[in-house]
Every structure is written in C-alpha cells, then in structure tokens.
C-alpha cells in the first residue's frame, strides 16, 4: 500500500499549487483522507480533510479560504488546491489515509502516509 505525493515546488507569495496524491495497492474510497504539513523541528499539522465520498471537508483556520481539497476515488487520488500562498505555507505536505470514513485533524487517526512533497514559498 502506498501514498504518493506529488506537485510541490517553489513558487513565489501569490502563486498557486496543485497538490495531488496517488493510492495504489488498495483502494481508499471508504476511507477519509487529508493533508498535513510540517516544518523542520516543529510538529506535523493538520491542512484539510476530506470525507470518503467528498461530502464533508474540513480545514485548519490558516489555510480556510484559500486552499481546497478534493478527491476522485474512481482514479484513487487525492488533491490540494492551494491559492494565494504565503511563505508560512512553506512545509512538506503529507496526504494520509483516514482509518475513519469522516475528515479528522487528528494525525493519529490516520494509518496511511505518504512520503512527503516539500512546498517553498518565498516573499
């Protein structure tokens, strides 16, 4: 079973980003998901979640309003949208599978993790 996130990069305050998240070798539609990010040397925190058909989303009050989470089970993939990105946006961002089918911002209820895509943002 593996997460594969993908679509970071360095961009400028302003800019946009497109996250995504690949499942492969099960498929995660029962499943919440979510983004989480972390700084070096600081805890990983929560971004968004999604719950399994998409019909609830949640979000950390920093990222409300500008980024959006998505997801497609007929592809197993998971997506994050983020807009008007600040230089504390700057982070590695996780996309994590759920053990449960609702949104959590709880990293312990999360059982699946991927390895990590590293969004910079400069001013």
């Known amino acids: 079973v593996q997460l594969q996130a993908s679509g970071g990069g360095m961009v400028r305050a302003g800019d946009s980003l497109r996250l995504s998240c690949a499942a492969s070798?099960?498929?995660?539609?029962?499943?919440?998901m979510g983004w989480f990010r972390q700084v070096p040397g600081e805890e990983r925190e929560f971004v968004a979640g999604?719950?399994?058909?998409?019909?609830?989303?949640s979000y950390a009050d920093s990222v409300k309003d500008r980024f959006t989470i998505s997801r497609d089970n007929s592809k197993n993939m998971l997506y994050l949208q983020m807009n008007s990105l600040k230089p504390d946006d700057t982070a590695v961002y996780y996309c994590?599978?759920?053990?449960?089918?609702?949104?959590?911002?709880?990293?312990?209820?999360?059982?699946?993790w991927g390895q990590g895509t590293l969004v910079t943002v400069s001013s």
């Open positions: 999604i719950m399994w058909n998409g019909g609830r989303t």
């Open positions: 070798g099960r498929r995660f539609s029962n499943n919440g």
């Open positions: 994590a599978a759920s053990r449960f089918a609702v949104p959590s911002s709880q990293s312990a209820d999360y059982n699946y």
